[in-house]
């Protein structure tokens, strides 16, 4: 454990469908991440939330939206997902928003869409 | 265009060997560097880091090694345990250069395998 929960650890979703990924921190950080880690590729920035608010969004499509209801909780909405979203999601915190000691990792969510 | 480059996908060592892991990079901006260990099914952990203005960086028994003018770094783990069997990302940042320095850049990755 970590100190960064995320729930579900398994989501198999068909195309049509709606969830939503679910980050947990109580470790008083105050800058929460989104990662998507595809298989041999490196991991890529989604989005960033400093002090509950959107300070990046790396160009992500809109089926993917993000929700940051206050600095413990962060939350990814998936809708009408395709089979290349399929990959590991992970969220990590940080103290401030800069990274220079290190993120704090949850363990991931391993999303498959059919 | 990958600004951090982690070019073997893949490293075996036997137990008690030393494991070399390299990375380069591109960005002549990032000014802080960081590994990340990798266990499945669990997200990354830090594991050290190093800045710009040093060229050592040693914890037990990693150490993490940069060379500036040859925008390079490795990670040597000595003596190697079967437990350090795992995928390691090389990570990178600018420091305190405002605007998006939180934002880590990674590798993608290379899976050591430690043999008993």
């Known amino acids: 454990e970590t100190g960064v929960t995320q729930t579900p650890r398994h989501l198999v979703m068909g195309m049509t469908n709606k969830k939503s990924l679910k980050c947990e921190q109580h470790?008083?950080?105050?800058?929460m991440y989104w990662y998507k880690q595809s298989a041999k590729k490196p991991l890529e920035l989604m989005f960033v939330y400093s002090l509950e608010e959107r300070v990046e969004n790396n160009s992500v499509p809109s089926r993917f939206s993000p929700e940051c209801p206050n600095s413990s909780h962060l939350f990814l909405h998936l809708h009408t997902l395709q089979p290349e979203d399929s990959a590991l999601y992970l969220c990590a915190s940080s103290q401030d928003p800069q990274a220079n000691y290190g993120y704090t990792f949850g363990s991931g969510t391993r999303l498959t869409v059919v | 265009d990958q600004q951090v480059k982690q070019n073997s996908p893949s490293l075996s060592v036997q137990e008690g060997r030393i494991s070399i892991l390299n990375c380069d990079y591109t960005n002549s901006m990032f000014d802080y560097f960081l590994w990340y260990k990798k266990y499945p099914a669990e997200g990354p952990t830090f594991l050290i880091s190093i800045s710009s203005i040093k060229d050592k960086n040693e914890d037990g028994r990693f150490t993490v090694f940069l060379n500036k003018s040859a925008k390079h770094l490795s990670l040597h783990i000595v003596p190697s345990q079967p437990g350090d069997s795992a995928v390691y990302f090389c990570a990178a940042s600018p420091f305190n250069s405002g605007g998006s320095n939180y934002k880590l850049t990674f590798g993608k990755g290379t899976l050591l395998t430690v043999n008993p």
């Open positions: 470790l008083g950080h105050n800058a």
